[in-house]
């Protein structure tokens, strides 16, 4: 299972950037997808996490700013930014848990990161 993420850059404070996963590779079913960032000196964390039925939560510090989706035809994620503050500096990462087989166990798997950065 490989996850390819985009859509990161450089934006200023009050701007807007849509980040994209395309999951690809043996899959037989994706439950959870999400959203990860991990700022420089900072651990990583949940930025938004959306359930196979497209049910979203997300961190406090992006509710109402933030907007997570899935496209299960095309096993991809999207997470829609907006109103962004140079807090929002890190790299992005996506996250999904799957399984490749009926029978294999559910594992979680992760993309390469893309940076975004918001300048003030």
């Known amino acids: 299972v490989q996850l390819q993420a985009s859509g990161g850059g450089v934006v200023q404070a009050g701007g807007s950037l849509r980040l994209s996963c395309v999951i690809s590779?043996?899959?037989?079913?994706?439950?959870?997808m999400g959203w990860y960032r991990q700022a420089p000196g900072k651990e990583r964390e949940l930025v938004a996490g959306?359930?196979?039925?497209?049910?979203?939560n997300y961190a406090g510090s992006v509710q109402g700013r933030f907007t997570i989706s899935r496209d299960n035809a095309k096993n991809t994620t999207y997470l829609q930014m907006n109103s962004l503050k140079p807090d929002d500096t890190a790299v992005y990462y996506c996250?999904?848990?799957?399984?490749?087989?009926?029978?294999?166990?559910?594992?979680?798997?992760w993309g390469q990161g893309t940076q975004v950065t918001v300048s003030s």
């Open positions: 996250n999904c848990r799957a399984k490749e087989t009926t029978h294999s166990s559910a594992f979680d798997y």
């Open positions: 959306i359930t196979r039925d497209g049910i979203p």
């Open positions: 590779g043996r899959i037989f079913v994706i439950n959870g």
